[in-house]
């Protein structure tokens, strides 16, 4: 498209949109008046269905020619007022043998994008639609200040970047040097700079001395700063265990203090900002609050099914102002929506609900012979009687008999039918049917105890226990015995043999992402990069030698029932591995459906694979060599499909979860339309203009 034709569409669709938003982000308070949601704010949103990950939104920001940037972990999106585009691909062709995370954002004084990446700084070419790289070393954080100084976060020293050069001006504190526990925390007032440490210490920097100074400590010397903010004269610290405080910046002198109701709820705060009315914008895992710091009332929006105005998700992660003053709202799965606050709602609109799954996303699944047990992300179990459909919901009620966490990462169901849940913050629950109550495994400090209790998944050996992975960056795989009611845990690094962990000397930053049994006595390992085959009864491992030369971000993999492995990525398509031949094919074709990652990969009784990706759902018939394409037009739950969130039935159905809903496939009942349609031409546009084709003959 011509420039001038986009700079249009920037100045006509995106300003329409966002003419009157501002953004904040909002977080639970403990304060004597509460007012539930009552419609104030209309929340549109903007994302795709289903949105664009699974993961959280990290920030929203808009840049100097009206684009909107969407950061999430694995990719960077712009949306130019009608589209979204994704920048993964960009950064994938400066360097196809890395692994690409995006870990910040922001702009300078003319508007002009910088990005943080784990492979350095880089900024964005509007004229190429490429980035370039500033500075090629991975950083902790970055921000530009006032003066459109870059100022980068590396080995926990801040430092002013000097481009031209490539070096690094290190400040001193007070004429010292940097201590060692400053933090990544800072706030612009007008041209000030200021910076938190670890500790709750506020320091400033002088322009003209060239060094910061200390200002102030907050009360708790522990209260680590999660975000600060300066309005009208005043500096809002967040704190993650102690609340939000505010400080006069003339003085720096504390001014009040809200609690944020830490002590009695359990509340998870990510972010807050502070809306063009005074108003404080907090995002939590249970919805959005806006605290009026002036009366200390507050109101509480949740997604609601029956309002499309509501807020898309209740898991806020990032709430932030364009340059217009609109407030965007990122979310887990996610999710975007914008708010104009000048804008009220008019509609109330109830819609009946057609599924009775308790929450959303759908994470896990498991069965019996006369149940599905549905897993979520946040909501706990939703246990579905196949006969009749009438659900049972089972949820963290803070009883010692109840799950032990509501996020739910695997399940499975042993031959004495105990239902064994893997939990993110709540360890290894196992439920008991006849006695109809959980019996909980945590971490500990001992061998009969889970090194972690942030699990991601879980498999059954052969009726004798379970392999256990954690969401933690160390080569660590746990088992579980059921006859001897102990856990065993294994480093598969050293000597590339599986040895009994040792805590104290395990530094290695990798991460599992998925675990599958093979053939034999064959475990299956997948990390971003490799693969890797345990012998179980040996106790040693080897390592698959990577297709080409690339970092293949394998993300999630299956067997096909004649043993043949397939693994989804993050970016390079479906991949094959056969075991017999020792090699590799890669499938790119995926990627022609608008697709960037494949999340969860299952197999059918026909042979054919499937895979729930982040956008619907994909099959692939291995015979014909054929890819299909299903969203929500071909009646699917969801375009985007939570991570290894699928499962093959008894009865030879497929369970996918994803962002939005459960999807059940009846595979036999798939009919391929083998009827080539004609061309026709409907329609001729120049420059979006639609004109007359008289060459055109039927």
């Known amino acids: 498209m011509h420039w001038k034709t986009m700079k249009i569409i920037i100045l006509d669709q995106i300003q329409r949109y966002f003419q009157l938003f501002p953004v904040h982000l909002f977080f639970f308070l403990l304060i004597p008046i509460t007012a539930f949601c009552s419609n104030q704010y209309q929340f549109r949103t903007l994302s795709p269905q289903g949105g664009f990950y699974y993961d959280g939104v990290s920030s929203i920001l808009q840049d100097g020619n009206g684009f909107i940037w969407v950061l999430m972990e694995n990719n960077l999106y712009r949306f130019d007022g009608y589209q979204y585009k994704y920048y993964y691909n960009r950064f994938f062709n400066i360097a196809p043998s890395k692994e690409w995370l995006f870990t910040g954002m922001t702009t300078n004084s003319k508007g ?31 921000m530009i200040d006032a003066y459109d100084s870059i100022w980068i976060k590396q080995n926990t020293q801040w430092g002013i970047l000097n481009v031209e050069n490539k070096t690094v001006y290190i400040p001193l504190f007070d004429g010292k040097k940097p201590p060692h526990y400053i933090g990544s925390v800072t706030c612009l007032n007008n041209d000030d700079l200021y910076l938190f440490s670890n500790y709750g210490r506020l320091f400033r920097f002088n322009n003209v001395k060239k060094e910061f100074s200390f200002c102030m400590v907050l009360p708790e010397h522990d209260g680590l700063v999660v975000k600060a903010i300066a309005h009208k004269g ?23 203090h809200f609690d944020l109701g830490l002590k009695s709820e359990n509340r998870t705060f990510r972010s807050f900002c502070i809306d063009k009315k005074g108003e404080i914008w907090l995002g939590t895992i249970n919805g959005l609050y806006i605290l009026n710091p002036e009366t200390k009332e507050y109101t509480h929006h949740q997604h609601s099914e029956s309002d499309p105005h509501s ?25 975007i929506c914008y708010v104009n606050l000048d804008e009220k709602n008019p509609f109330i609109t109830y819609l009946t609900e057609k599924y009775k799954l308790g929450h959303l996303p759908v994470s896990a699944f498991t069965e019996d012979q006369q149940y599905l047990w549905v897993g979520t992300e946040g909501g706990g179990i939703s246990r579905i009687d196949k006969n009749n459909g009438e659900c049972t919901y089972y949820t963290y009620t803070g009883k010692n008999n109840d799950l032990s966490s509501t996020n739910i990462k695997s399940m499975v169901i042993d031959r004495k039918q105990n239902v064994w849940i893997a939990t993110y913050q709540g360890g290894l629950n196992c439920y008991n049917p006849e006695k109809q109550q959980f019996f909980h495994f945590i971490k500990g400090s ?30 660590v795989i746990s088992f579980y015995s059921f006859r001897n009611n102990t856990f065993i845990h294994y480093n598969l690094f050293p000597e590339k043999k599986m040895i009994t962990f040792d805590i104290k000397n395990s530094t290695s930053y990798f991460y599992i992402f998925d675990i599958l049994r093979g053939r034999e006595n064959q475990l299956w390992v997948l990390s971003r990069e490799k693969i890797y085959i345990v012998d179980t009864k040996r106790q040693t491992m080897k390592e698959l030698k990577n297709p080409d030369k690339i970092f293949m971000n394998f993300s999630a993999f299956c067997f096909d029932d004649s043993g043949s492995l397939w693994i989804g990525t993050i970016g390079n398509g479906l991949v094959n591995y056969n075991p017999d031949r020792a090699d590799f094919t890669i499938y790119k ?53 939570y991570p290894l969130a699928s499962m093959k039935g008894k009865n030879g159905k497929l369970y996918f979860g994803s962002t939005t809903g459960l999807t059940i496939i009846n595979p036999k009942n ?28 039927d």
């Not at 490429?130 to 500075?135: Q, V």
């Not at 619907?616 to 969203?631: A, E, K």
Request: aromatic share 16%; hydrophobic share 35%.
């Open 311 to 335: 807020i898309p998700s209740n898991s806020i992660w990032s709430v932030n102002e364009d340059r217009q003053r609109n407030i965007w709202i990122g979310m887990y799965s996610g999710k």
């Open 446 to 475: 001992k061998d009969n105890f889970l090194l972690n209790n942030n699990i991601k998944k879980m498999i059954h050996e052969n009726d004798s226990g379970l392999w256990i992975i954690y969401q933690q960056q160390k080569p």
């Open 589 to 641: 074709e995926v990627l022609n459906y608008g697709i960037s990652s494949i999340y969860s990969i299952c197999n059918d009784d026909e042979g054919n694979i499937w895979m729930g990706t982040d956008n619907g759902l994909i099959r692939y018939d291995t015979v014909n060599n054929i890819f299909s394409h299903y969203n929500k037009q071909n009646g699917i739950q969801g375009q985007v499909y």
């Open 670 to 697: 798939i009919v391929v339309n083998n009827y080539k349609p004609r061309v026709i031409l409907s329609n001729f546009l120049i420059n979006n203009v639609p004109v007359d084709f008289p060459f055109y003959h």
């Open 112 to 142: 002009k994008l910088f990005v943080n990446t784990n492979n350095g700084l880089y900024v964005y070419d509007r004229i190429s639609d490429t980035f370039y790289s500033i500075w090629e070393q991975p950083l902790e954080s970055f």
């Open 234 to 256: 005043k500096l809002w610290a967040l704190t993650g265990n102690y609340g939000l405080y505010k400080i006069d910046l003339s003085s720096f002198l504390l001014e009040d």
